[in-house]
């Protein structure tokens, strides 16, 4: 259990805000990325980085550390700005994202950048590794925590519920999702692409505590994490209701911002709305 | 000559390995009685992880344990570990460069009577070409046994590629494998049988059927197909002037293009590569299977024939 007041929940909406401008400067700059869906976790990166998790930047392979996989890899961008705001690598780097000889690969390589716990991008496969570190951390007796953030499209990869099914047979209460649940993916609604409704149900049939909040509320996700960490015998799944494209008003709840990055006058708008 | 099918001597060395080791982990997907992992299950129950039917999260559950210091095997018939995997073994195992050793069984055409579907003939041709992954092939039980404990020792996702049947045992416990330094079982000049896994044995005895002849073959057991020996398949080359390669897997992408590629590149010589060729395997029993694609004794013979030929033109 960790401590929410309103100091903390001002600060850490406060990093979101921090974030979301990397992400959208980086983006522009990067000339191609996945803005929507790395804008829609901001709040959910803030709240692990800068109150939940427990890490040590200067320390990435700290034995005993949380880790957090971004299993919906193609949202880098948010990882790469949180990370470099919590202070794993110099901020001048984000600049470099896509671009070649940069350790901030188009998806997440753990071999390139410290802070990265997964390689993923192909997605299913984080929440696989993620369900991996769990177990180990049972085998080792150990009290760090995993977290994964999955996709809410990425819940058509069979691989997830394979993992799932894994998850709740290892009873690994050590081990926490997100579910980024925007409805979009890029092709258009999830629900007519194809549809993985009812989501809550379904995670709930596969073993998991299942708790379902607005993910954009600092509050609401920070509760959420400690009403999970008292959950017992199995993992839970946060559903986390969230706008694609969250906090620059021409992107929110469009799919075609999935994958096109803003052009640099699109970019200033942005910010200008951020800063407002 | 005493038999033993590589996946028994696997699941032996494996428990060997887990006393000598606290950090091993060994993982299947519901075919831990085949794969021979259930040896290891019985008695390292705490460190031993069924992943159910589910080779994809198999993998990935591999990567995430090895993250957190654990050496994982990770077994399952070949098809599966290659083909249903793939994409995991790719993006996350080797993608990642994790600690995590494939270690497959039921390779080949000798699953036998279970049929085409489920005999892998492609899979070295999938590990070989994926980045950061090595390749080992063993003959028998023994070097099994030592290519495990090499595996084990080196840092790094590996492809350990085990058969079904039982096969004769080539080597005793005097053997030193070096995971990259291929056998030299036989020296002769005539020409250089360079074989992997259950094609090793026959091998030999062709060689003492050709030496019968008057034709002396080198033969060498190439249990690393990658790293391949480069400077051994070269050295061959050069002093035997043609070689044959057999293995119970595709010609396309094996150990036989494996060599080519090593010879054409620093001294080509003729090659004939024994495989399975481009074609799916069938229902029948594993001596059958091996007689019907032409993985025998006979059509060895015939071949280095063929290729002593080539070399006089």
């Given at each position: 259990m960790r401590e929410i007041n309103e100091q903390i929940i001002s600060s850490v909406a406060q990093q979101a805000t921090i974030i979301r401008r990397h992400i959208l400067t980086m983006l522009g700059e990067a000339g191609s990325g996945h803005p929507g869906g790395s804008l829609s976790a901001a709040d959910i990166l803030a709240c692990l980085y800068f109150w939940g998790l427990n890490i040590d930047p200067s320390q990435p392979a700290w034995p005993d550390r949380d880790r957090f996989v971004l299993s919906k890899g193609h949202a880098a961008p948010v990882l790469y700005a949180t990370l470099a705001e919590k202070g794993?690598?110099?901020?001048?780097?984000?600049?470099?994202?896509?671009?070649?000889?940069?350790?901030?690969?188009g998806h997440p390589d753990r071999l390139k950048l410290p802070g990265v716990e997964a390689s993923t991008g192909?997605?299913?496969q984080g929440i696989s590794w993620a369900v991996g570190m769990a177990l180990a951390g049972k085998v080792d007796k150990k009290d760090y925590r995993v977290y994964a953030l999955l996709g809410d499209g990425e819940l058509e990869e069979g691989i997830v519920w394979e993992a799932l099914m894994a998850g709740a047979q290892y009873n690994l209460d050590n081990l926490l999702a997100f579910v980024d649940y925007n409805g979009l993916q890029i092709d258009g609604p999830i629900t007519e692409v194809m549809s993985p409704e009812p989501i809550p149900d379904k995670w709930r049939a596969f073993g998991w505590e299942v708790l379902e909040i607005n993910g954009h509320q600092v509050r609401e996700i920070m509760e959420a994490m400690n009403q999970a960490e008292q959950v017992k015998g199995k993992p839970t799944v946060i559903i986390a209701h969230t706008i694609k494209g969250k906090g620059c008003s021409f992107m929110e709840?469009?799919?075609?911002?999935?994958g096109t990055a803003p052009k640099p006058e699109q970019v200033a708008q942005a910010l200008c709305e951020l800063n407002s | 000559m005493d038999k033993q099918a590589t996946r028994d001597a696997y699941g032996q060395a494996l428990v060997e390995l887990g006393h000598m080791y606290e950090d091993i982990i060994v993982m299947d997907a519901d075919l831990s009685k085949s794969t021979k992992t259930a040896d290891f299950a019985k008695v390292f129950p705490g460190r031993f992880f069924n992943a159910g039917i589910a080779e994809q999260n198999l993998m990935g559950m591999a990567a995430g344990l090895s993250t957190c210091g654990k050496v994982v095997f990770a077994s399952t018939f070949a098809i599966f570990a290659t083909g249903r995997a793939y994409e995991i073994v790719r993006n996350s195992l080797a993608y990642g460069k994790l600690n995590v050793k494939v270690c497959a069984t039921h390779a080949g055409l000798t699953v036998g009577e279970d049929g085409g579907s489920h005999q892998s003939v492609e899979d070295i041709a999938l590990m070989r070409s994926v980045p950061n992954m090595k390749v080992v092939v063993p003959a028998d039980g023994v070097s099994t046994r030592q290519a495990l404990f090499k595996i084990y020792e080196q840092e790094g996702p590996f492809y350990l590629r085990l058969g079904r049947p039982a096969v004769p045992v080539i080597y005793d416990q005097s053997l030193e494998l070096e995971i990259g330094r291929g056998i030299e079982l036989k020296n002769g000049p005539d020409a250089t049988l360079i074989a992997c896994g259950l094609m090793v044995a026959p091998c030999l005895e062709a060689a003492r059927l050709l030496e019968e002849q008057g034709i002396k073959v080198s033969v060498i057991?190439?249990?690393?197909?990658?790293?391949?020996d480069v400077d051994l398949v070269v050295r061959k080359a050069r002093e035997t002037g043609a070689i044959l390669t057999a293995e119970e897997h595709s010609i396309i992408g094996g150990l036989g293009s494996a060599v080519c590629e090593a010879v054409c590149q620093a001294f080509p010589v003729p090659v004939c590569r024994l495989g399975i060729n481009d074609v799916f395997g069938q229902s029948g029993t594993p001596d059958q299977l091996l007689q019907h694609y032409g993985l025998n004794i006979e059509n060895i013979v015939k071949n280095v024939n063929k290729i002593m030929e080539m070399k006089r033109l």
């Open positions: 794993y690598f110099p901020r001048e780097l984000l600049n470099t994202l896509r671009k070649l000889g940069s350790p901030l690969q192909s997605l299913g709840g469009r799919a075609e911002w999935h | 057991d190439m249990h690393t197909i990658k790293p391949l």
